[in-house]
């Protein structure tokens, strides 16, 4: 079990940035990726970003130019740092730790997801 705490979240106005945090506890050596996802009211989950243990990134089509991932193995962190904000940004937003089953991400945890709210 991974038990991973968010940070970071909060009121922004549009064309503003915020940089999201996550710690992983708990069973560290199962993570193969960390990411963010986000779900806005009436909408799936989608994948925001997720960057492997050996760095390769992925990034959902609508945050791709505006928004870098980073991570800090020696602190189990994971950051978001979004910038350009736009109100259809505003959404839940989840820290994700994964394992790879073939090449398929597959979740080991879950946080409890952070509020992120972009002004027009």
């Known amino acids: 079990q991974v038990d991973l705490v968010e940070s970071g979240g909060g009121l922004v106005q549009a064309g503003g940035s915020l940089r999201l945090s996550c710690a992983a506890s708990g069973s560290i050596a199962s993570i193969e990726a960390m990411g963010w996802y986000r779900q806005a009211p009436g909408k799936q989950r989608e994948l925001v970003a997720r960057?492997?243990?050996?760095?390769?990134?992925d990034y959902g089509d609508s945050v791709k130019g505006r928004c870098t991932i980073s991570r800090d193995n020696a602190e189990n962190t994971v950051y978001l740092q979004m910038n350009s904000l736009k109100p259809e940004d505003t959404a839940v937003y989840f820290c994700?730790?994964?394992?790879?089953?073939?090449?398929?991400?597959?979740?080991?945890?879950w946080g409890q997801g952070i509020q992120v709210t972009v002004s027009s």
């Open positions: 960057m492997a243990n050996d760095g390769n990134t």
């Open positions: 994700n730790a994964a394992k790879f089953v073939a090449t398929f991400p597959v979740s080991v945890g």
